[in-house]
Every structure is written in structure tokens, then in C-alpha cells.
């Protein structure tokens, strides 16, 4: 669309009075801009979401089995709940010492705030080459197993609802339960079109690239 707009000879001044009235470029019309744009990135057609629509050919049996894990004895959708896969709040996974990440204290200063960070959607997390907000593990597989260690070793401030989850069924997620949870979050959520880079999910080719 943009190469056709500026093939015509249209400047981002003619661009901006076609979509808001009039040729003046703002801070708020950029944000709106962007914002609308965004609205329309929804990743929405996983395997989960056509398996949920009623498709029982959209998921394999590993993946149902790991998504029973996921709502079950894995208990990870107490915080990535179904939909968005977060509940946007934010919480401190013992990952760091808070003296070196303190997370959301910084930006509130209360104390309850100390190394929390809000809950990511898992929405293409399979696509993603680190993980966690410190970029401190690179598969799912080395989440899983941190989750089912009950969280990390610093206590300060650490998510009460963060349990060890190594011991037997039905309260534990023994290693075939964890593989099967690996693999429904790095696969059944991932929208093909985001892996593809197919439209809307597109994007040109950086100069650099």
C-alpha cells in the first residue's frame, strides 16, 4: 500500500489528510496511527484457536495432552489465561536478584512491586529465539522445567503461587506431562501466518537486510 501511495506521489502530509482530515503530522496522530495498524495484528488462527472452533483435527493428541497440562497440574493458566494467554498483571518469578532487576518497583516505587514484570502473552512464543525478560532461556523445554521447579532460587518478593510441581500425579507434571506441555505451547499457539510472514503479518525488508 505504501509503495502504490508514494508510486502516485502521495507525501506522508497528503497520507495523513486522507486518514485524519488534515495534512498535520502529531505525536498523537502517530500513536493513533500505529494503534490502529496494531488492532488489526491478531494471531487468532493457531491450531488452538480452530481446535476451540470446533475443529478436533486442528490439535494432535500431544498437543491436547499438553494443553490439559496447561489448564491442569501445570497450573500455568492461573497467569496466561485462555484468549490473550496473560492475564496482564505483573509478578516476581525469583528469577534475578532484585537488587540487580527490580522490575516494576522502579517505575511505582512500592515495595510490592519489587521484581515483578508483567505476564507475556504466549500467542507465537514458539517463535521467539530467547525467553523470559532477560532473555535467559532459549527453548520452552528449559521454561517448562523452571515452572515445574517451582520458579527461581531468590525468595524476595517471589509469586506465592510459584510450587515446585516435580512430585508424582496428580499434583506433579512428571517428564512425558512436561514434553507434551512443551509442545502445545511452542506449536499450538503459533498463528502460521506469523511464521510464514504472510499478510497482515508481513513486513518490507530492512536495508540492512
Known sequence: DMAAAIANGATYPDLFAAAFGTPDITAQRIAYALATYQR???????????????????????????MN??????????????????????????????????????????ASDAGRFKTPSLRNVGLRGTLMHNGQFTTITQVVGFYIGGGGPFLLNKDPQLIPLNGPPPGGVPPQAAADLAVFVSTALTDPRVAAGLPPFDRPTLRSQ
Open 40 to 66: 488489526t495484528l491478531k494471531p487468532d488462527q493457531t491450531p488452538f484457536d480452530q481446535f476451540l472452533a470446533g475443529n478436533p483435527a486442528a490439535m494432535t493428541q500431544q498437543q491436547i495432552n499438553g
Open 69 to 110: 497440562v496447561f489448564h491442569g497440574p501445570g497450573r500455568c493458566v492461573i497467569c496466561h489465561r485462555w484468549g490473550l494467554f496473560s492475564n496482564r498483571l505483573y509478578h516476581n518469578l525469583g528469577l534475578r536478584p532484585i537488587g540487580e532487576d527490580a522490575g516494576r518497583q522502579e517505575v511505582t516505587n512500592l
